[in-house]
Structures are given as C-alpha cells and as structure tokens.
C-alpha cells in the first residue's frame, strides 16, 4: 500500500457537560495533530471537531473560544441531548465530507491520545479500522468491569462480535465511513457495526486512565440502556428464547394431560382441577408460542427497517474514481 497524497485527519471529540475537562484536552489533542502534522503524516488541513451533545454547562462557549485561539479547532453544536452514539455520528458524518481520516477519542483523556500517531501509521500501512484497547482496567470500577465481561459474554452468546475492551477509541479511513453511514438505523450501536462491517482492521492497546476532571455521564441507568440497544439492535435471540419456552411449556402441559388421564382411569384424580391446570398450562404455552411466531415478523420487519447495505465493497478496478483519493 503506498500514500498517493497525505491524507486529512479529523479527530471526533463528542462531548457532554465537559467544561471542567476540555481546557487540558484541547491542547493535548493541539500538541498531538501539530506534530502529526510537522511528521508529515496528515496534512496541514487536518481538524479537531468537538461535538457538543446538547451541554447544560459552559461547554459550547468553551469550543467556541476554543476556535478562536487554534484554526485546527472546530465545533458542532446538536440541538439537545443525544446520547454518546448519536453525537458520534453526527461528528463522524461530518468529518467524512471532508476527512481520509476520522479518529473518535473521549473528551476525558480516559484513552491515551498518545497512541494517535501510532493509528495514523498503522492506517497508512494499510489498515481501514484501528481499534484502541484497554489492556488495562484497573482504574475503572470492579462494578464497571464486571458489567461490562457479563455484556461481552451475552453478546458473544448472541453472536457478536465485539471487540472486548474496546470502547469508541478509533480510527476509520473514509471507505469505512461510507459504508457506515449506509447503515440507517436511527440508534446505531457502533460498536458491534463497525467489526460487521468487514474492513482489514488491527488492534492497538492502551492502559485505561481514571477520568481527568468532570463526572462521568454513564449512570448505571444509561448503561443498561446502552447494553439493551446492543442486544436488541443486533439480534432476535430474545424472540427464539420465547418460542423455545413456550414450545417447552406446551410439551410439560402435554405430559401432565397424559398423566392427568392415567390418574382419571384409576379414578384418583381430584374432580374440576385438573382439566383446569391442564388447560392453563397449555394455552400459556400456547400463548407464548403465538406471541414469539409474530415476534419472528417483528423482528424480521425491524431488520429490514435498519436499512443496511446488503454489501459493502472494499476494492473496484472498474471504477475509475473508486479508489480514495490518498491510496494508490
Ligand atoms: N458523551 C456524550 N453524550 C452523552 C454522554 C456522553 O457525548 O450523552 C460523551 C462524553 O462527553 C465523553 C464520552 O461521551 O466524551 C464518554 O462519556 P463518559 O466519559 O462520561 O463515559 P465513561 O467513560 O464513564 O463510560
Ligand atoms: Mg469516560
């Protein structure tokens, strides 16, 4: 793989109630692009964007002053509260109009923006996804990583592939970004997208640091809320389980009418209960076997409406501009 032309970076920052953090993020994330751009690895144009997800505080005046003092500072201001994801993508949006490189870093300095030239070089050897991992934890909570193994686990069961320990620190080239964006569903759970994506990608891996200033605006409801969006957005496993337990149900009812009979010819059943527990449980069965067989359209009708790309192409000698602009 060589470079036809260095190519634009853009580092995504989403941002939520950051005012006590940003004034020790920006500079570093400054210092870093400088040098990237003094290495000549990217090239001069390259930016930072902040994405300013609906802040309560400070935290767009902060960007906008922000910009004044550096022309590689920009912002982007939603209209109110988001979510991480969605402030994600609309930064990533974005930055691809313009952008060979999109990098996603939290605004807390929770992951180390010193392994960004390392992303930048890995890119340029080739790579279209680079993922930044914690091999390291320690300074997160025993409850946050337990939380997060047991979500790994039921995702695994599920059939996603996760990549673990990764969180949105990362670099996508401009075709990955393409062909996410072509997913169209209006809660996207990037993380389990992107490895579906298909893409060469390599890991990177990093130690976790305790967050730098501010609180962080994961509560254990959100995060609930983040690990449902995961399960439901990737799988119908939770409809199948419905249908296995009804089917289950019904077969246990089966059994005990069988039993019920047998009892009823050697005149020891109780008058009126059982026919009544028998029925009860059949059509409970029943009953959860109808629900999970419209749950299957359900679901089916819920993957048809994400609406994304049947396929994704990585490489076309046929068309003459498909190749990005910075790859030979
Ligand atoms: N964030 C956001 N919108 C939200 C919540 C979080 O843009 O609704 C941003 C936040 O500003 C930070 C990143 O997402 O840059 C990760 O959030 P945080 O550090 O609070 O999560 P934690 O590290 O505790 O999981
Ligand atoms: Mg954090």
């Given at each position: 793989?060589?470079?036809?032309?260095?190519?634009?970076l853009a580092i995504v920052v989403p941002c939520y109630n950051e005012e006590p953090v940003l004034p020790t993020t920006a500079p570093i994330l400054a210092d870093i692009l400088t040098q990237l751009i003094?290495?000549?690895?990217?090239?001069?144009?390259?930016?930072?964007?902040?994405?300013?997800?609906?802040?309560?505080?400070?935290?767009?005046?902060?960007?906008?002053?922000?910009?004044?003092?550096?022309?590689?500072?920009?912002?982007?201001?939603?209209?109110?509260?988001?979510?991480?994801?969605?402030?994600?993508?609309?930064?990533?949006?974005?930055?691809?109009?313009?952008?060979?490189?999109?990098?996603?870093?939290?605004?807390?300095?929770?992951?180390?923006?010193?392994?960004?030239?390392?992303?930048?070089?890995?890119?340029?050897?080739?790579?279209?996804?680079?993922?930044?991992?914690?091999?390291?934890?320690?300074?997160?909570?025993?409850?946050?990583?337990?939380?997060?193994?047991?979500?790994?686990?039921?995702?695994?069961?599920?059939?996603?592939?996760?990549?673990?320990?990764?969180?949105?620190?990362?670099?996508?080239?401009?075709?990955?970004?393409?062909?996410?964006?072509?997913?169209h569903e209006t809660r996207p759970f990037i993380r389990g997208i992107i490895p579906q994506l298909g893409f060469p990608a390599t890991k990177l891996y990093y130690k976790r640091q305790p967050r730098q200033?501010?609180?962080?605006?994961?509560?254990?409801?959100?995060?609930?809320?983040?690990?449902?969006?995961?399960?439901?957005?990737?799988?119908?496993?939770?409809?199948?389980?419905?249908?296995?337990?009804?089917?289950?149900?019904?077969?246990?009812?089966?059994?005990?009418?069988?039993?019920?009979?047998?009892?009823?010819?050697?005149?020891?059943?109780?008058?009126?209960?059982?026919?009544?527990?028998?029925?009860?449980?059949?059509?409970?069965?029943?009953?959860?076997?109808?629900?999970?067989?419209?749950?299957?359209?359900?679901?089916?009708?819920?993957?048809?409406?994400?609406?994304?790309?049947?396929?994704?192409?990585?490489?076309?000698?046929?068309?003459?501009?498909?190749?990005?602009?910075?790859?030979?």
């Amino acid at each position: 793989m060589t470079l036809k032309q260095l190519p634009r970076l853009a580092i995504v920052v989403p941002c939520y109630n950051e005012e006590p953090v940003l004034p020790t993020t920006a500079p570093i994330l400054a210092d870093i692009l400088t040098q990237l751009i003094h290495d000549r690895l990217v090239t001069a144009d390259s930016r930072i964007l902040f994405v300013d997800d609906g802040s309560r505080d400070r935290t767009w005046q902060l960007i906008d002053q922000l910009r004044t003092q550096n022309s590689h500072f920009t912002g982007l201001k939603l209209s109110r509260n988001y979510g991480q994801e969605a402030a994600l993508m609309a930064g990533m949006e974005t930055a691809a109009r313009q952008a060979d490189y999109v990098i996603t870093i939290d605004a807390d300095l929770q992951d180390d923006p010193t392994l960004i030239p390392a992303m930048v070089t890995q890119a340029h050897a080739g790579y279209d996804v680079i993922y930044g991992v914690r091999n390291d934890r320690s300074t997160d909570s025993w409850f946050k990583r337990t939380t997060a193994n047991g979500f790994y686990w039921v995702m695994g069961k599920l059939g996603v592939n996760l990549i673990p320990n990764h969180s949105d620190f990362r670099l996508l080239t401009h075709p990955v970004l393409v062909a996410l964006m072509r997913c169209h569903e209006t809660r996207p759970f990037i993380r389990g997208i992107i490895p579906q994506l298909g893409f060469p990608a390599t890991k990177l891996y990093y130690k976790r640091q305790p967050r730098q200033a501010g609180v962080s605006k994961y509560p254990l409801r959100k995060m609930l809320r983040f690990a449902l969006d995961g399960i439901l957005s990737f799988s119908v496993a939770p409809i199948r389980a419905l249908l296995v337990a009804g089917l289950t149900i019904c077969g246990g009812a089966l059994l005990m009418i069988l039993w019920i009979l047998i009892q009823h010819f050697r005149g020891t059943v109780v008058t009126g209960w059982s026919s009544i527990m028998a029925s009860l449980w059949f059509l409970g069965g029943f009953q959860l076997v109808a629900i999970s067989i419209i749950g299957e359209y359900v679901g089916r009708t819920f993957t048809e409406v994400k609406h994304r790309p049947r396929f994704i192409i990585q490489t076309d000698t046929y068309t003459p501009s498909f190749t990005a602009a910075y790859r030979e």
